[in-house]
């Protein structure tokens, strides 16, 4: 079984900086991707930024030139910097990602539960 755990988020004033964080741990062989979605109230969920195992990474591009994503490899976690916050980025954040476990056939999807960001002067 794989578990994500969040930390991170919280309040900030437009133009402050915040970062949220997840750790992914169970019976990993292989994290395919990991990152963040958003889901903002009466929204959509939608990506914001995504690690692959390739090294590459995809942003929103309402957060590009914004947000940096990282990932640690050995601790298999990944890190979203978020700079110059917009009260458009307010909205739970969810961390994502595609690993292939030691029980699963193929990757399989996982989710946070999901950490609250909130942008408001």
């Known amino acids: 079984q794989v578990r994500l755990v969040e930390s991170g988020g919280g309040l900030a004033q437009p133009g402050e900086f915040l970062s949220v964080s997840c750790a992914a741990s169970?019976?990993?062989?292989?994290?395919?991707?990991m990152g963040w979605y958003r889901q903002a109230p009466g929204k959509e969920r939608e990506l914001v930024a995504r690690?692959?195992?390739?090294?590459?990474?995809d942003y929103a591009d309402s957060v590009k030139g914004r947000f940096t994503i990282s990932r640690d490899n050995a601790q298999n976690t990944v890190n979203l910097q978020m700079n110059s916050l917009k009260p458009e980025d307010t909205a739970v954040y969810y961390c994502?990602?595609?690993?292939?476990?030691?029980?699963?056939?193929?990757?399989?999807?996982?989710w946070g539960q999901g950490t609250k960001v909130t942008v408001d002067a």
């Open positions: 994502n990602a595609v690993i292939v476990t030691t029980t699963n056939i193929g990757p399989a999807n996982y």
């Open positions: 169970g019976n990993i062989i292989q994290v395919v991707t």
């Open positions: 690690w692959r195992h390739s090294g590459d990474t």
